[in-house]
């Protein structure tokens, strides 16, 4: 009898958390995408709340992102009136990216379909499952939450 089709593979813990992730990738998408927010734009605007004032490059640094990807995503998430810069003040050489009233109500908006769409993801998981799986994802990520 064959065995199954990539069973070495569909086994692998990396090939499951690699699954794992890009359904959750998709469905929080999808929620941001009815909001009007695309992922990115999302990491970015909750960044900006958390950091700031923020200069860009610390920003970028902050998330990950090459600085002309940071430029791109603070031009659309100003002129959706989201964020606004304005000069540093410890350092006028450089913008401080700041969120808005509409950018905290996009954002609250946001994590509310997140979290919604998190939910669907975990749905299987009882809820001490999802606290003892968020626990291990944690200690293997290399993050401290």
Known sequence: MAEAPLLAIRTLPSWLLGRAAARGRALVAAALAAEGMKMWHHVVLS???DLAPVAQADLGRSVGLDPKDVVGILNDLQSAGLVVRAPDPTDRRK???SVTEEGAR???RCEKVARVATDELFAPLSA???DQFMGLLIRISGTDG
């Open 95 to 97: 913008n401080a990216v």
């Open 128 to 130: 001490t499952e999802r």
């Open 47 to 49: 960044a900006v709340r």
């Open 106 to 108: 996009m954002l609250a």
